[in-house]
């Protein structure tokens, strides 16, 4: 069984950063893809950033500049630097890992969510 554990939402003033952190646990071989989605209240769910275990990283345009993203590929993390926030960054953010290697095949997992406010 996997499981992902995300950490650091929270409620920041605009401007501020947050830094996401999202731990996957299990008996896991490898992970293709890891990466962040965010989900607004009345909005689909849409892709923030995500990273390959070759260290690739794709960002959406509304964070291209703002957010880094970043992996321990050892330690089956990925994280998630976020700067100069703004009020339309507000969301809960899902981690997910995607084509995730285990002693029964590949599978795609997601975290629970983590709420992030951006607001003064």
């Known amino acids: 069984q996997v499981q992902l554990v995300e950490s650091g939402g929270g409620l920041v003033q605009p401007g501020g950063s947050l830094r996401l952190s999202c731990a996957a646990s299990?008996?896991?071989?490898?992970?293709?893809?890891m990466g962040w989605y965010r989900q607004a209240p009345g909005k689909e769910r849409e892709l923030v950033a995500a990273?390959?275990?070759?260290?690739?990283?794709n960002y959406s345009s509304s964070v291209k500049g703002r957010f880094a993203i970043s992996r321990d590929n050892a330690k089956n993390t990925v994280y998630l630097q976020m700067n100069s926030l703004k009020p339309e960054d507000t969301a809960v953010y899902y981690c997910?890992?995607?084509?995730?290697?285990?002693?029964?095949?590949?599978?795609?997992?997601w975290g629970q969510g983590t709420q992030v406010t951006v607001s003064s």
């Open positions: 997910n890992a995607y084509r995730v290697l285990t002693t029964s095949g590949n599978y795609d997992y």
């Open positions: 299990g008996r896991i071989f490898s992970i293709n893809v």
């Open positions: 990273i390959t275990d070759g260290g690739s990283t």
